[in-house]
């Protein structure tokens, strides 16, 4: 069962780390929008309002630098998560 535990506590810790990185990414990727183009990225790239190359430009961005980002985090954190191999235990000579 303990194993179920670490398990659990992983999953936890990734997705804490996942949703942080996911929403530093999201401000950065803004940042960058408003550098690279002028403008706001759209806040509902689905209006009709906005152009349909600006919505699907913003809509493939954010998702790649997103799912990225959350795969990045993840690993990290499970891979922090690992336990080191323990030791070896002394050896007990019969004398």
Request: net charge positive; proline share 8%; charged share 20%.
């Amino acid at each position: 069962m303990a194993d179920k535990n670490g398990d659990f506590a992983s999953r936890i810790v990734g997705g804490v780390a996942a949703a942080a990185a996911g929403f530093a990414t999201r401000k950065v990727m803004t940042t960058v929008w408003k550098k690279a183009t002028g403008k706001e990225p759209p806040a509902r790239p689905e209006d009709l309002e906005i152009a349909l190359g600006e919505a699907i430009a913003w809509s493939a961005v954010i998702a790649v630098a997103m799912s990225t980002t959350r795969l990045l985090a993840t690993r990290a954190a499970a891979k922090r998560m690992q336990r080191p191999p323990s030791p070896p235990a002394p050896s007990v000579e019969a004398s």
